[in-house]
């Protein structure tokens, strides 16, 4: 059961304009959403999260928007820069449980053009 | 860059034969993780550890084992490794629920 679904393995934009990538879930019980970067041969890095009770949130060029009742959330890259081709992972941790687990997707991977 | 060791960083081994990975982390925080990263399935978490001899099943745990005796590590045995568990590996710590955990540079494991 994919609790976190990450349906487009890839994406290509042209430098400047915006990527967007999304992600769906199942699980009603996530109440802190995370995107990841991952280049190759490097563990993943922490990007943005957000938390359940907002449906926005704001990082530089990095923003993620949460659509709870259709279990959506989407990562925008505005503008985009060929440093950020790399893989995207979102996923969720079920808060309540106070562990700090991570439901992930199965990535996503961008490609920026120059 | 948060204090997260992970070795060996490759390994190939054989089928049947136990493997430990070792996850070494200088930053006192309470929770480690182990993850697997497979093609088509993104990360899935194996084992977690919530303390010292505290840990925990994650979602694709069969033919693991974990320990932790002290803060700072946090152990991965394949008890005999079979060619389904060839992967990367990455370790995680947290602070605390809630917030971002933090990745290792991963090992890539090839049991053959």
């Known amino acids: 059961d994919q609790q976190v679904k990450q349906n487009s393995p890839s994406l290509s934009v042209q430098e400047g304009r915006i990527s967007i990538l999304n992600c769906d879930y199942t699980n009603s019980m996530f109440d802190y959403f995370l995107w990841y970067k991952k280049y190759p041969a490097e563990g993943p890095t922490f990007l943005i999260s957000i938390s359940s009770i907002k449906d926005k949130n704001e990082d530089g060029r990095f923003t993620v928007f949460l659509n709870k009742s259709a279990k959506h959330l989407s990562l925008h890259i505005v503008p985009s820069q060929p440093g950020d081709s790399a893989v995207y992972f979102c996923a969720g941790e079920h808060g309540s449980s106070n562990t700090g687990k991570l439901i992930f997707g199965q990535g996503t991977t961008l490609q920026v053009k120059p | 860059d948060a204090g997260i060791t992970q070795s060996p960083r490759h390994k190939v081994t054989e089928t049947g034969t136990p493997v430990t990975l070792r996850c070494h982390q200088t930053e006192n925080h309470r929770y480690m993780y182990w993850y697997r990263q497979d093609p088509g399935h993104g990360l899935r978490l194996i084992h977690y550890?919530?303390?010292?001899?505290?840990?925990d099943k994650g979602e694709v745990s069969d033919g693991y084992s974990v320990s932790r005796s002290k803060t700072e590590d946090f152990l991965l045995t394949l008890e005999s490794a079979t060619s389904s568990q060839t992967s990367v590996y990455f370790c995680?710590?947290?602070?605390?629920?809630?917030?971002?955990?933090?990745f290792g540079q991963g090992t890539r494991l090839t049991v053959v």
């Open positions: 550890s919530y303390g010292v001899k505290d840990t």
């Open positions: 995680a710590i947290s602070l605390r629920g809630g917030t971002e955990a933090f």
